[in-house]
Structures are given as C-alpha cells and as structure tokens.
Nanobody, 115 residues
Framework: QVQLVESGGGLVQPGGSLRLSCAAS????????MGWYRQAPGKPRELVAT???????TTADSVNGRFTISRDNAKNTVYLQMNSLKPEDTAVYYC?????????WGQGTQVTVSS
C-alpha cells in the first residue's frame, strides 16, 4: 500500500512564494511519475506539473515560468516551488504518484493567494 503525505500549503500574498512537498511511502516502484494537480472551487481538477523518475517534466502553460517541479528519488519526495503566485492559483493542490497498475492521490493541501 502506498501513502502520500503533503505539506507546505498556506496563505500567501500575490507575488509571494510557497514550496509544496509530497513524501511517498510503502510499495514504491523505481520507475514512476509523481506530480501535482489542483482544484479550485467550482472547477475541475487540472494538471499542474509532473516529473518522471528519470527527471522528465511537464508543466501546465498557466504556471510555466513560475512553478518548478523537482524530486528526490532517494526520499521518494516530490516538490513544487511556486513563485510569483497569483490569486488564480488559489486551489487545493493534490499530489499524485503514478506507477504501473495504480495511481495514488494525496489528501490535498490548500493554497490561498490573497492580500
């Protein structure tokens, strides 16, 4: 069984920064993809960024140039550095681990960008 524990959300002013972390534990395959999705009130969940165990990344156009995804394979942890935050970035951010045969979601962490 796989468990994901997220941290780092909170309240930040526009233009500020936050760093999200997501640590995976349990049965982790060496080849996998980790990433972040987000869901704002009344909107569908959307992809933010992903990173493979080999280091290949994808980033949504809406956050490209502001958000950076990275990972520490030794710690089975993925990070999302969020800079130049905007009010429209306000959402619950969910970590995901995609492995052969299964996907696991984190519980979500709230990010609120407001003055």
């Amino acid at each position: 069984q796989v468990q994901l524990v997220e941290s780092g959300g909170g309240l930040v002013q526009p233009g500020g920064s936050l760093r999200l972390s997501c640590a995976a534990s349990g049965s982790i395959f060496s080849i996998n993809t980790m990433g972040w999705y987000r869901q704002a009130p009344g909107k569908p969940r959307e992809l933010v960024a992903t990173i493979s165990s080999g280091g290949s990344t994808t980033t949504a156009d809406s956050v490209n140039g502001r958000f950076t995804i990275s990972r520490d394979n030794a710690k089975n942890t993925v990070y999302l550095q969020m800079n130049s935050l905007k009010p429209e970035d306000t959402a619950v951010y969910y970590c995901i681990l995609a492995q052969p045969m299964a996907r696991t979601w984190g519980q979500g962490t709230q990010v609120t960008v407001s003055s």
